[in-house]
Nanobody
Framework: QVQLVESGGGLVQAGDSLRLSCAASGRTFSSSAMGWFRQAPGKEREFVATIMRSSGSPDYADSVKGRFAISRDNAKNTVYLQMNSLKPEDTAVYYC??????????????WGQGTQVTVSS
């Protein structure tokens, strides 16, 4: 069992940066891959980034590649999403998830409650 709590969202201007955090409780964090997903108003939830349990093989959606970076600290049971050069189209609720290494949200068994990111133009 893994419980996830996201933080770090907020209202920023285009071009700004934010770092999201996802704190996990439970003994399986270090053995789980972690993913970030987002859901914009009126749209389906979509993949943003994922990272293996050993911090290897980070992978990104094309829309965020080069601007976002996923990382994790297994000693702190925390995964991060550094978001740079934010655009208005990045506005969404961001969710972290724990499960197998995958870009598909269906693969992830555990989800946080989400944190709102709003980017103004």
């Amino acid at each position: 069992q893994v419980q996830l709590v996201e933080s770090g969202g907020g209202l920023v201007q285009a071009g700004d940066s934010l770092r999201l955090s996802c704190a996990a409780s439970g003994r399986t964090f270090s053995s789980s891959a972690m993913g970030w997903f987002r859901q914009a108003p009126g749209k389906e939830r979509e993949f943003v980034a994922t990272i293996m349990r050993s911090s290897g093989s980070p992978d990104y959606a094309d829309s965020v590649k080069g601007r976002f970076a996923i990382s994790r600290d297994n000693a702190k049971n925390t995964v991060y999403l550094q978001m740079n050069s934010l655009k208005p189209e990045d506005t969404a609720v961001y969710y972290c998830a724990a499960g197998p290494y995958s870009k598909s949200q269906r693969a992830y068994a555990y989800w946080g409650q989400g944190t709102q990111v709003t980017v103004s133009s």
